[in-house]
């Protein structure tokens, strides 16, 4: 059922980046942080600490997470708070918002392959998707974690 979805995901994407691209990259003047979004230039941002990945799509879930990270941050002062986005509003929102957060990033595209190396390099302890979308691969990668419950 994975490489169902995934293979349909890769064809999604082949029709539909070229067009996303021309939007963004050329008539809005954004970055599409594609390289990042593959895992390119991530740092292995594993350390002995504690760390917490929360991943929020656009801004509106940006600003709902702002009081949890400070209330986080403010019980857990040696803990690593990763952050990830999907959209560029709520990525440069985070970017603004949370100085909680030590690491802001893009989420990887759902592709088993992607999800798993941001895990290896993250390292979280505690996965929170604050989203009502849901990405099988990650949620999947995510629940074959040791720590994992659901």
């Known amino acids: 059922m994975y490489w169902m979805y995934s293979f349909l995901l890769f064809l999604c994407l082949a029709v539909y980046l070229p067009v996303y691209w021309v939007r963004h990259r050329l008539l809005k003047k954004e970055k599409i942080h594609f390289l990042q979004r593959l895992g390119f230039g991530l740092r292995n941002w594993s350390n002995k600490k504690k760390s917490l990945w929360i991943h929020a ?35 440069r929102m985070a ?40 990405w099988p691969n990650l949620l999947k990668e995510a629940k074959s974690l040791p720590w994992a419950f659901y």
């Open 57 to 91: 799509v656009s801004v509106g879930e940006v600003l709902s997470l702002q009081n949890l990270m400070r209330e986080i941050k403010k019980t857990h002062r040696d803990w690593t708070i990763h952050f990830s986005c999907l959209t560029n509003s709520g990525f």
């Open 95 to 134: 970017q603004e918002k949370l100085k909680e957060a030590d690491h802001i990033f893009f989420i990887p595209l759902d592709f088993t392959i992607l999800v798993k190396k941001f895990f290896r390099r993250i390292k979280p302890d505690i996965f929170i998707l604050a989203e009502s979308e849901f």
